[in-house]
């Protein structure tokens, strides 16, 4: 086994999008599956930023009963389930989400940082649009959380299983955001790609982590073959350098056509920084052993990891 494909067995990724979908997907939730289990990964959480994919995650689930991937479903909040809507959390998280997303492409940031020069996202497949789609934040005009993002909050902290996840909120939410989960009691936080549209600096980032946050950083942008490829592996082995490790998650993030399937990507991202510094044992952490710790399925990787 090659040493690449070793570390990647066992990946655990917390960010992964599959067709249908309204934009235009490299692969479909079933060939994802198969990816999944021919690479050897652990699990997969479905995200897409129109609907829920907690029914699709469970369907599959009981049609791939004799899979060992575990396909885990989430919520994105963002204006086509009602944006910051607590009443949607309840019901995804009843139904069995695993992770809750802050909006995404509906979050007032997105709309600025889609404007950027050298940003580019894929274009909606659909009509012309006829409902408006307000830009969303979780601070108000008095700077302080919104009473619908307090609301989604006190959900979470009553559901201490399951993941919130930051989105595209900028700088100032994202911080807004982590410190008055570490106060309510919201367990488990990731902060989706802090050096991508969130640009924060390295000191938000320690200081997320020690209030209990993780970071997640994305093979999608940083593969020199992707669309979307901005930040280059250098500058990210850099940044792991200077986090704390245990709070480090590194996801996949691909789905968008032509960015390259989950095995090739990932295996392609792991290899770039290894040649950038970053030890094998530091890449098993942050691709298995921490998300499978943020997923709260610890127990199950290390019986999986003791099997092999």
């Given at each position: 086994m090659s040493r690449i494909k070793a570390i990647l067995k066992?990946?655990?990724?917390?960010?992964?999008?599959?067709?249908?979908?309204?934009?235009?997907?490299?692969?479909?939730?079933?060939?994802?599956?198969?990816?999944?289990?021919?690479?050897?990964?652990?699990?997969?959480?479905?995200?897409?930023?129109f609907i829920p994919t907690v029914p699709v995650a469970r369907v599959m689930k009981e049609k791939l009963g004799h899979t060992v991937v575990k396909i885990f479903g989430s919520l994105v909040l963002n204006n086509?389930?009602?944006?910051?809507?607590?009443?949607?959390?309840?019901?995804?998280i009843g139904f069995g989400a695993k992770m809750i997303w802050m909006p995404t492409i509906s979050a007032a940031n997105h709309r600025r940082m889609h404007r950027a020069p050298g940003i580019k996202f894929p274009a909606v497949i659909t009509k012309k649009e006829t409902v408006a789609d307000a830009p969303?934040?979780?601070?108000?005009?008095?700077?302080?959380?919104?009473?619908?993002?307090?609301?989604?909050?006190?959900?979470?902290?009553?559901h201490p299983d399951v993941v919130l996840a930051t989105g595209h909120l900028g700088r100032a939410e994202v911080d807004a955001l982590v410190?008055?989960?570490?106060?309510?009691?919201?367990?488990?936080?990731?902060?989706?790609?802090?050096?991508?549209?969130?640009?924060?600096?390295?000191e938000d980032m320690q200081t997320w982590q020690s209030l209990g946050a993780?970071?997640?950083?994305?093979?999608?942008?940083?593969?020199?073959?992707?669309?979307?490829?901005?930040?280059?592996?250098e500058d990210l082995a850099g940044l792991i350098k200077s986090l704390d490790v245990e709070k480090i998650v590194l996801s996949s993030d691909l789905g968008l056509k032509n960015?390259?399937?989950?095995?090739?990507?990932?295996?392609?991202?792991?290899?770039?920084?290894?040649?950038a510094g970053v030890g094998?044992?530091?890449?098993?952490?942050?691709?298995?052993?921490?998300?499978?710790?943020l997923l709260d399925m610890k127990d199950e990787i290390a019986d999986e990891d003791d099997s092999r």
């Open positions: 066992g990946f655990v990724d917390t960010h992964v999008h599959a067709g249908p979908t309204l934009t235009v997907r490299e692969f479909n939730v079933w060939q994802l599956a198969a990816e999944a289990e021919k690479g050897g990964f652990s699990a997969i959480v479905l995200k897409d930023h086509s389930v009602g944006g910051l809507n607590p009443k949607a959390v309840e019901i995804a969303l934040e979780v601070i108000g005009a008095d700077g302080a959380l919104t009473p619908e993002t307090e609301d989604v909050l006190n959900v979470l902290a009553d410190r008055r989960c570490a106060q309510v009691g919201v367990k488990r936080v990731l902060v989706t790609h802090p050096h991508f549209l969130v640009d924060a600096s390295v993780y970071m997640e950083f994305t093979a999608v942008i940083s593969l020199p073959s992707s669309p979307i490829y901005c930040r280059p592996v960015a390259g399937w989950p095995i090739e990507g990932m295996s392609a991202f792991l290899e770039l920084l290894g040649e094998d044992e530091d890449l098993k952490k942050m691709i298995a052993t921490n998300p499978a710790q």
